[in-house]
């Protein structure tokens, strides 16, 4: 004879059970979603640096020590005065959130192997120096970087010396974030001198082009 107590508890244990399931898989979904909007909504206010256009307007660019150094759009600036090195770097952000430039770094190219992305390593955050005020590139805008080497002793110095020199070439590195000072990325510049015999270059000047970009705590990707 059946034991209808027995069938009433299986039967209840199984649709406890199947409704467990359900709840677990409509929560799994609900974190999924709430995951890809927020992925959506980080995305859409990450801030993504380039050099500026040679349409762009010349950044002015005023150091500490009351030196000028003036850039037009789409090029940059290595200018070695007395014992100072000024760089200047003008930006467009191409992302629509704010970037907030914290630190840099250089480096000559024999530091890595720009032709081979798997050698491109970057450098340890705590070998870059901090800005001495925060830099702000508002979204779809232009701005600057700018960065001095005054010290003999400066680890930056014969980067700068060998720059200024015969191979006219310096990479910097960038690192910056949102206004909260997340989302950082690192984005790799090389600034170098230009073919003084190239058509749409006056002189011997400096250009800008963009290496690569490192999303160092990108919890999105």
Known sequence: MADWS???SLAT?????????????SVRSSQATARIAERSLLVGLRPALVPSRRTDPPEKVRFGDGVYVKVEGGRAALEHRGDVFYLVL???NLGSGTAVLQAWW???????????STEMLLSPLSEFRPQSIDL????GDTGFWQGAIRRPDDPFRPVADEAA??????????????????????TRFMISRSDQHAADVDGDV??????????IDD???
Do not use: C, K, M
Not at 169 to 186: I, P
Not at 206 to 215: C, D, K, S, T
């Open 90 to 92: 003008p930006l467009r």
């Open 136 to 139: 702000y590139i508002a979204g």
């Open 165 to 186: 020199g015969e191979r006219g070439r310096v990479y910097v590195d960038l690192l910056y974030g949102d206004e909260e000072h997340l989302q950082r990325t690192v």
């Open 13 to 25: 244990a199984g649709g406890t059970l199947v409704l467990a399931v359900a709840t677990f898989s």
């Open 6 to 8: 027995t069938i009433a």
């Open 106 to 116: 250089v480096g000559r190219s024999q530091d890595f192997d720009p032709a081979r």
């Open 219 to 221: 919890h999105t990707a």
């Open 206 to 215: 400096w250009l800008a082009n963009v290496i690569r970009h490192w999303r």
